[in-house]
């Protein structure tokens, strides 16, 4: 079995520039279609990102504008002050700042990005 996730966005064209330069993700792949056809492979973590325009004839919705979708995606950094202020840098928007959590131990943020995903970045010391 292999894991694959599928991400619905306004410009998947232009998603994949966003996402290297936010998340540092590697990007496999992008096609160059007419609207409504594009996808970009990147990966995360080792684990593949297909993201795919919005397609409504399909089904394909992305989140709506000034609301975010309702899946959030956890990533795993090595330095979430980095990480996060870069994000924020480059437009995404504090749904919660990072925060220490010695219990278990990790700190944690989440953030929503341009294209209204939730991401939650996760360090663990």
Known sequence: MRLEINMIVSYAKEAGAYYKKVLDAEIISQTDEDAEMNE???????????????NKEFGMIAPAEGEVGS????????DIDSFFNNAVKEGCKIISPIQDFPEIPAKNAVFSDKFNHIWVINQKY
């Open 40 to 54: 970009t492979m990147m990966k995360l973590g080792g684990t593949e990102i297909r993201v795919l325009d919005e």
């Open 71 to 78: 899946v959030g995606i956890n990533l795993f950094v090595d």
